[in-house]
């Protein structure tokens, strides 16, 4: 069937680089996405989101893009802090339907001090 | 508040034991959710409630039955699970179940199933 799913499930970065986390989508009735912060022991963790109708949107450090054509979507960090490791995951949301988003795999950021 | 709470953070059951997995939200949302969570998996989701009723099952087995008393508690409780049913149980809330709400997730209910 159709599914989300990552490029890279971990990503080491230094403190202070940007980082950028790939979410491949395949569902092209897809038209909202949203992506996800999940630290050790917590639960998901709304970061931002973005609607097929745009194709770049920017939150506090944070930037998502979308690139329908080939249904690809990042985020990504600016100026990345230890705080900022995590486990991201993309969802996306089919159009004409209730809000069940469908999570990607996840990838792990690892930030070196 | 902008909190979704849950009990208990962690729980060890027998496969004969009866328990509850309590979550609950005071930010007047109207749609709930039951998400199941694997170690480095994505959450999967369960059960949707809306306005207290259940509209999704997504085919989760018997042994899963949950439980909305009232729009800011709902329940999942556990009968006769196996051990692969341990996993990180994640509660959600949405404003409602219209399209594109944000989603407020728990810290989940780690639960051992021996």
């Known amino acids: 069937g159709e599914s989300v799913g990552l490029h890279l499930p971990t990503l080491s970065v230094q403190e202070g680089d940007n980082s950028i986390i790939n979410c491949a989508y395949s569902?092209?009735?897809?038209?909202?996405f949203i992506w996800y912060k999940q630290e050790s022991g917590k639960g998901p963790q709304f970061i931002i989101d973005i609607r097929s109708n745009m194709d770049k949107r920017q939150g506090q450090r944070v930037t998502v893009l979308l690139n329908k054509t080939v249904k690809h979507l990042s985020l990504q960090i600016a100026a990345t802090q230890p705080g900022d490791s995590a486990v991201y995951f993309c969802a996306e949301s089919p159009s004409g339907g209730s809000y069940i988003p469908t999570f990607g795999r996840g990838t792990s950021l690892i930030v070196h001090p | 508040d902008t909190e979704v709470t849950q009990t208990p953070k962690h729980l060890v059951m027998g496969m004969t034991n009866k328990k509850s997995l309590k979550c609950e939200q005071h930010m007047g949302h109207r749609a709930m959710y039951w998400y199941k969570q694997k170690a480095k998996k994505p959450p999967e989701l369960m059960f949707v409630?809306?306005?207290?009723?259940?509209?999704i099952n997504e085919s989760v087995p018997s042994r899963f039955s949950p439980e909305c008393p009232n729009s800011s508690l709902l329940n999942l409780h556990l009968h006769a699970l196996q051990p692969e049913d341990s996993a990180l149980y994640l509660c959600a809330s949405s404003q409602a179940n219209l399209g594109n709400d944000e989603q407020y997730f728990g810290p989940g209910t780690r639960l051992t199933v021996t």
């Open positions: 569902n092209s009735a897809s038209d909202y």
């Open positions: 409630y809306s306005y207290e009723k259940l509209s």
